[in-house]
């Protein structure tokens, strides 16, 4: 994952409100394969309030070739973060859990901060809490990108025969 400082563009067409207003500095671009926007926002609360708009935000992701948009709150003392994942660019309104966007916001916090584990909390506002668990290091000699270990439980639901 390399971690790529966000450009100056306005992240007005993201929501329909002000809030862009409580969109902290340092969003970044970062990738696991495809790039997506990282946007930290100043608090918690500010994270639960977004009101993402789904047609304006996959139009901005589209033209800047996103799948959507990582909002995050800061890392709190017991290294937790909460996160929301919006991508109506690839038809998902909302995330309940993404492993591949919490890898990228490890990267980059490790290489801002040295941050080197984080618990991201996802799916709260869809009623479906979620946690993934990243730890991050020092990658090969020279290398611009920390290899990330992701870690989450999952619950088996019941098993479901399909004719054929």
């Known amino acids: 994952m390399s ?98 966007s919490s890898a990228c916001l490890a990267a980059n916090l490790f290489a801002r901060h040295g941050t080197t584990r984080i618990d991201v909390d996802m799916g709260d506002a869809l009623g479906f809490p979620s946690t993934v668990t990243t730890g991050t290091g020092q990658g090969p000699h020279g290398s611009p990108s920390p290899p990330v270990d992701i870690t989450g439980a999952a619950r088996i639901g019941q098993v479901l025969h399909l004719s054929r």
């Not at 790039?35 to 139009?59: C, E, G, I, Y």
């Open 3 to 100: 971690p790529r400082h966000g450009n100056s563009r306005s992240f007005s067409p993201f929501w329909d409100s002000g809030l862009p207003a409580a969109v902290s500095s340092g969003a970044r671009v970062a990738t696991p394969g495809r790039p997506r926007l990282l946007v930290p926002v100043t608090d918690r609360s500010v994270l639960a309030a977004l009101p993402p708009a789904p047609d304006r935000l996959a139009a901005a992701c589209d033209r800047l070739g996103l799948p959507g948009c990582f909002a995050h709150s800061p890392v709190s003392a017991t290294a937790r973060v909460e996160a929301r994942m919006f991508a109506p660019s690839i038809g998902v309104p909302e995330d309940i859990a993404n492993v591949n």
